[in-house]
């Protein structure tokens, strides 16, 4: 079993900042790209931001120079800083991972719980 759990969502001011952490935990044996998607209401999920096993990244052109991706290996978290947030960054906030695991070492998509970030205008 996997589990993928976010934290650091909120409310904020248009301009603020925030940053989301995910933590996959479970009987992982690799982990190959993880990525940060987002849903707002009545709209359907989209990619916010990719990074490989490596550090490439990849992103949204809504989100290009405001918000960066990185991960630890080490300790099997992602991360998204958004900076200068705006209202139409209000969504919740979803992290995806491809692992496998100890005992099916095959590549499966998992995703976290969501975590929901309201921005204020």
């Known amino acids: 079993q996997v589990q993928l759990a976010e934290s650091g969502g909120g409310l904020v001011q248009t301009g603020g900042s925030l940053r989301l952490s995910c933590a996959a935990s479970?009987?992982?044996?690799?982990?190959?790209?993880m990525g940060w998607y987002r849903q707002a209401p009545g709209k359907q999920r989209e990619l916010v931001a990719a990074i490989s096993s490596v550090g490439s990244t990849n992103y949204a052109d809504s989100v290009k120079g405001r918000f960066t991706i990185s991960r630890d290996n080490a300790k099997n978290m992602v991360y998204l800083q958004m900076n200068s947030l705006k209202p139409e960054d209000t969504a919740d906030y979803y992290c995806?991972?491809?692992?496998?695991?100890?005992?099916?070492?095959?590549?499966?998509?998992?995703w976290g719980q969501g975590t929901q970030v309201t921005v204020s205008s």
């Open positions: 479970g009987n992982i044996f690799s982990i190959y790209a």
């Open positions: 995806n991972a491809v692992i496998a695991t100890t005992t099916a070492r095959y590549k499966v998509n998992y």
